[in-house]
């Protein structure tokens, strides 16, 4: 058992420096930013890792299975350290070969949709002015309307041109920043592959010593309670991803089937792209049938409206007819929490926040209602058992 007095000073100790931490925070508002930036920097190849390895070690753990199977019909002792390397290697490739599969479907076909709209513009700009000129004549009432309209076009044109010519520096240095960022997120995403790998090789032994600090730290409650959260939140993540990969697959299938139906064009590259941008919650789907939409459009616009029309309910059929026996109540969350969650995660955190939202809001929401809230309960039942004194 602890030393009483030990125990003490360590809470007075833990005391002062939250207070510490606190009024440096709140006197020093742009120093305290500027810090957690700069730790946020350092460690963003970590975090980068850590999420890879996460993800990878879905696929890791079931290649771990099979050939720890395979073994054993054969009458061999398993041995994790030789076939770890080949989980790992062909978790790579399955991953590299879907990426660059989507890569080298979409990409060709968006540069040809861009082409092509950029061809058929002055064409189709034409047609509208005709068909406005037409419109005059034959309704006279909205010819008022239609010249306004014309007007209002050829000055937001005028206002256009005259902005990107005031703003074209400003423009090439957004754009500079831009590729910037992107070249140093690339960076960090190969130092965290590079890191991932190591995670995964040394899982185990890194498990049992963060275990085994967390067991020196803390005492048996607070260890208790790390292990219940750790457990928790794997659980949580664990089943979104499973769910949303199962999600998106079904979704692109389901999408597949009817561009197959209706006779859409890009049935392939379509059903890959919708598949890939389902992965992410709520904002991946519109992307995903705005970009599709724009691809079909190059071709026949009325069919892009189609498309539009139908994936809506295909995703409306799979998010009320299939999620609730896919998911059940493992994530429950409220429409209104999880539409929160979403936005300031992804506001704040990017696609990263987009993607871990909902599993951790689901995490603190479980708390609340499996640990908290009977607690309160509790409480509050007391407090009406107790009498006012006369």
Request: hydrophobic letters at 50%.
């Amino acid at each position: 058992m602890r030393n009483p007095e030990k125990k003490r000073v360590a809470e007075i100790v833990g005391l002062v420096l939250l207070i510490g931490a606190t009024l440096f925070i709140s006197i020093n508002t742009a120093e305290a930013k500027k810090l957690v930036g700069y730790v946020v920097t350092v460690l963003t190849p970590f975090i980068y890792g850590f999420c890879i390895a996460y993800v990878l070690n879905l696929l890791v753990k079931q290649f771990d299975g099979l050939f720890h199977k395979h073994a054993l019909k054969k009458g061999k002792t398993p041995n994790v350290k030789r076939y770890r390397a080949w989980s790992i290697v062909l978790s790579i490739l399955i991953f590299v070969a879907f990426v660059a599969l989507t890569v080298s479907m979409v990409i060709p076909n968006l540069k040809s949709t861009v082409e092509s709209l950029t061809k058929q513009a002055p064409e189709l700009w034409d047609k509208l002015m005709g068909y406005l000129d037409s419109l005059k004549v034959k309704q006279p009432r909205l010819a008022e309307y239609i010249t306004k309209f014309e007007t209002n076009i050829d000055s937001y044109f005028d206002k256009a041109q005259t902005w990107l010519k005031n703003h074209w520096s400003d423009l090439l240095s957004t754009a500079f920043t831009k590729i910037k960022s992107a070249s140093s997120v690339a960076f960090n995403f190969a130092i965290g592959f590079v890191i991932a790998i190591g995670m995964l090789i040394y899982k185990e032994l890194l498990v049992s010593e963060v275990y085994l600090i967390m067991r020196r730290v803390l005492n048996k409650k607070y260890y208790r309670y790390f292990c219940y959260a750790q457990e928790l939140t794997n659980k949580k993540f664990q089943i979104f991803l499973k769910f949303n990969v199962v999600q998106a697959v079904i979704t692109g299938a389901g999408t597949f089937l009817v561009m197959l139906v209706s006779g859409m064009p890009y049935k392939a590259s379509i059903t890959l792209l919708i598949t890939v941008t389902q992965l992410i919650p709520i904002i991946g789907a519109i992307v995903g049938t705005a970009v599709s939409a724009i691809l079909i459009a190059a071709i026949s616009p009325v069919k892009a409206v189609i498309f539009v029309g139908l994936c809506i309910v295909v995703q409306q059929l799979v998010e009320k007819l299939i999620n609730p026996h896919l998911m059940g109540k493992e994530l429950e969350l409220p429409g209104l929490i999880t539409f929160i969650a979403i936005c300031l995660g992804g506001k704040q955190f990017g696609l990263v926040g987009l993607i871990c939202a909902v599993p951790v809001v689901s995490v603190l929401y479980d708390v609340y209602t499996l640990k908290l809230r009977p607690r309160m309960k509790q409480a509050d039942a007391k407090k009406q058992d107790i009498s006012p004194i006369d």
